[in-house]
């Protein structure tokens, strides 16, 4: 589907359904008034300890396994611009040079936009580093992590 990181698969206007009652809902696009996807998720990064940052970009990276370095370097703009800090987090356990990531792409405010920062770096098409198998040092916790917490009284829920 569209959009996608390789340019294919476009969608093509005359496939499209016929038009709904709904009249001006057909083919809405909501990145048009809506592209504010990092207020809530940096909040949230903010309201973290070091420790739950820490492990949250290490899961990320774990979780990316061997995804292209363009899907990953996307992922560490969009956490950037979530935090600064939770952007060079996950770089850094998906042991990528900072420094080597696009922070220009396009905003991803329209579908030619988002279209063109998903195609940015054609040249990144490649497999990246495994890390779901990477030896990360233990973490240890003020808590245990296995009791219920009531969410009344979680001081990290928003």
């Not at 990531?101 to 490649?126: G, I, K, Q, T, W």
Request: proline share 6%.
């Amino acid at each position: 589907m569209e959009p996608n990181s390789y340019g294919n698969w476009t969608e093509m206007n005359d496939n499209f359904q016929p038009m709904q009652r709904a009249q001006d809902a057909f083919r809405y696009d909501f990145r048009e008034d809506d592209d504010d996807y990092y207020t809530q998720p940096g909040e949230l990064f903010r309201a973290m300890t070091k420790e739950q940052q820490q492990v949250l970009c290490e899961n990320t990276a774990r979780n990316m396994g061997d995804s292209t370095l363009q899907i990953k370097h996307r992922h560490i703009l969009n956490c950037y611009l979530a935090d600064p800090a939770y952007g060079e987090g996950v770089a850094k356990a998906l042991a990528i040079d900072f420094k080597d990531v696009d922070l220009d792409l396009p905003r991803r405010n329209s579908r030619e936009n988002n279209h063109a920062a998903n195609n940015a770096h054609p040249e990144l098409n490649v497999p990246g580093e495994n890390r779901a198998l990477a030896k990360w040092e233990e973490i240890t916790t003020d808590y245990d992590p296995k009791s219920f917490i009531d969410p009344m009284k979680d001081p990290y829920l928003l």
